[in-house]
């Protein structure tokens, strides 16, 4: 028979070996799976400007050949531009911009700084601002391309960490991004509407107000009113800088 | 091979090459034992998560299955599930990083499937029953058959849904424009889980017809 004591002993070491073990995975591998979470980051924010024949493989190379400029943008709207000769963007420091961290100074009231990316494509620029949010389950996340107007949508990306498959998580579907194309942000006076993701239909608005708005996912309201908040959220952040270059 | 301790059998005698191929047929994790199934049905719409899903469980498997067999005379009868939990949790989180860290893609397609490999039946079915009992060499390569057996089955499956449901395999398209041209349609059916499951029960049927043995008397 074994003794309590050696039972103990015995798991004891077991649990000890199997989280050195882990840990030292853990660590080994780090480098390696932050490399894919950015070429991951790369491939939205090129993704939502619509840049084409983008792969895992050449996603470095085409987000530094398409992103011309970064900026980073504080609380009053002030921009801090990034250009790099060497055409190394990945390095910049808009790249390196933690939105969690930011969107929680934010809530705080506190200074906070958010990264903006310029695209240059077939000669015209395209700002995108990622966005971040909470869905369902958990954080929800994506990116939103606007022309150089700064108000009609050139295309937008969502991803999210654990929605439910084939409800919430179909924000990530084409079917669902694609509604977002052509809407504004701002109406005819110049007021910030955002962009609405609207339960039962976009056609429920009034006429005036069906630029702002698109259909909500059936089944997944939860995580439709998340789009819908993180939209407006991360963009009144974003709205001193906005304004700003709306206003030269 | 082995310095230490002359092996009595050959590495592959008969007893241990039927280690190997029993689980490919006649005791088939899936067909015949009717493990595994949640996941068969789970990852099994495209060929490439199938197999990466095979390699990983057979990873795992055939690790745990040794370091149980290694273990097996030390551990206190009280608390084998644990260790074998534990064991195979190990592996399992060990597979999912570095499918995280080398091959991304397919890590976000499985998803949490990896990490429900830990809850896989086949593996603590075969730990307790084969692992706790013999020496590691059997148990290894009891562990690499019965993934294979598994694996066998999924590739099958996935072959099937992905040919029909996308026209695919390996993402390379399969059935030319032409013929959807001509008004073919993929099967959306064949992409969703209930036409996995009823191909598990047509390969089982035909599994059946062939092999006599797996017919009950009555």
Known sequence: MYTNGYIFRYAAILVII?????????????????????????????????????ETKNTIQFFNEYVVEELVVDKEGNAESYKDTDGKMEDGPAFKIDMKKELYKKSKGEAFHLPVYIINKNGES?????????????????N???????????????????????????????????????????????????IMVVKGGAAKLPQNMQIHGVDAISGGTITSNGVNDMIKDVLTAYLPFIQKQRAQ | MSTEKKERE???????????????????????QVLGICSALAVTAKLMPAIVMSISVMVVLA????????????????????VQLVVIATMVILVD???????????????????????????MGRLEAFAMSNKPWPAFLDGIGNALGYGLILVIIAFFRELLGSGTLFDIRIIPQGFYDFGYVNNGLMILPPMALITVGVIIWIQRYYTRELIEEN
């Open chain 1, 18 to 54: 199997a989280a050195a073990l882990l840990s030292l995975a853990a660590v080994l591998l780090k480098p390696f799976q932050e490399k894919n979470i950015a070429i991951e980051k790369m491939g939205g924010i090129l993704a939502s400007a619509d840049v084409e024949g983008v």
């Open chain 1, 126 to 142: 395209i700002y995108i601002l990622p966005l971040r949010g909470v869905g369902l389950w958990g954080p929800i996340w994506g």
């Open chain 1, 144 to 194: 939103i391309a606007l022309k150089n107007d700064l108000n009609t949508v050139v295309g937008v990306t969502f991803d999210h960490k654990g929605e439910t498959p084939g409800l919430g998580a179909e924000i990530t579907t084409t079917a669902f991004c694609e509604q977002f194309i052509g809407k504004t942000l701002f109406n005819d006076d110049g007021s910030f509407m955002s």
């Open chain 2, 10 to 32: 050959p590495l592959f005698s008969t007893k241990n090459v039927k280690l190997l191929t029993a689980p490919l047929n006649l005791s088939n994790p899936i067909t015949v």
């Open chain 2, 63 to 82: 690790a745990s299955n040794v370091v149980i067999a290694l273990l097996r005379k030390g551990i206190p009868p009280r608390i084998r599930i644990i």
């Open chain 2, 97 to 123: 990083q570095v499918l995280k860290a080398f091959v991304y893609d397919v890590s976000k397609q499985l998803s949490v499937f990896v990490g429900l490999i830990i809850t896989n039946c086949i593996i």
